[in-house]
């Protein structure tokens, strides 16, 4: 079993920038990806990276904006968010799957808590 926390979570403002980790332990996975959910909302893709490729897939909305960066050795990835916009605020989730990066909330097996994002206009 995998286990994850997230960290780095925070207000900022809108043109602004925060950087988000996750650090996993307990278990094996080839895959973490990062996920959120504003309220109303359903959980929705971010992006993932492949630990052993360090292959990244993105979701649109946030392409050229975040970026995100394996460590092997520390069992952790860093989420960089630039250029943050109020439609970006969110509960933001780490979460672990076995297989290659994908963008399905269904095909990760393993959840952090998650944090809280909230960018002001």
């Known amino acids: 079993q995998v286990q994850l926390v997230e960290s780095g979570g925070g207000l900022v403002q809108a043109g602004g920038s925060l950087n988000l980790s996750c650090a996993a332990s307990?278990?094996?996975?080839?895959?973490l990806g990062w996920f959120r959910q504003a309220p109303g909302k359903e959980r929705e893709f971010v992006l993932a990276?492949?630990?052993?490729?360090?292959?990244?897939r993105y979701a649109d909305s946030v392409r050229g904006r975040f970026t995100i960066s394996g460590d092997n050795a520390k069992n952790t990835v860093y989420l960089q968010m630039n250029k943050l916009s109020p439609e970006d605020t969110a509960v933001y989730y780490c979460a672990s799957r076995g297989g290659v990066t994908s963008p399905y909330v269904d095909d990760y097996a393993y959840w952090g808590q998650g944090t809280q994002v909230t960018v002001s206009s």
């Open positions: 990276i492949n630990m052993n490729t360090q292959t990244v």
């Open positions: 307990g278990g094996s996975f080839r895959s």
